[in-house]
């Protein structure tokens, strides 16, 4: 079994700063990609940021220049720090992740789901 588990949300004004993170843990061989998803009332859920598999990190347009993606590889944790906060980027945040559990065993894993409301 996998588990992830976040921290860090709540509730801010715009401008303001937050930082989710959220850790994994359980019968990991190796994680290919670890970030953040989101999903607004009434919308889809989309991606926010997320390292790949060529050691980089994938921005969303919306949150580019604002959210920075960080991960510490030893502790299979990864943080996202959220800058500039809009009252657009209020929604559920959800930590996810790309594990394989042995050599043949690939899924995607999910975290429980972080609340982030962004109000004046």
């Known amino acids: 079994q996998v588990h992830l588990v976040e921290s860090g949300g709540g509730l801010l004004q715009p401008g303001g700063s937050l930082r989710l993170s959220c850790s994994a843990s359980?019968?990991?061989?190796?994680?290919?990609?670890m970030g953040w998803y989101r999903q607004a009332p009434g919308k889809e859920r989309e991606l926010v940021a997320t390292t790949n598999s060529g050691g980089g990190t994938d921005y969303a347009d919306s949150v580019k220049g604002r959210f920075v993606l960080s991960r510490i590889n030893a502790d299979n944790t990864v943080y996202l720090q959220m800058n500039s906060l809009k009252p657009e980027d209020t929604a559920v945040y959800y930590c996810s992740a790309h594990i394989y559990t042995d050599l043949r065993n690939f899924d995607q894993y999910w975290g429980q789901g972080s609340q982030v409301i962004v109000s004046s």
């Open positions: 359980g019968t990991i061989f190796r994680i290919i990609g």
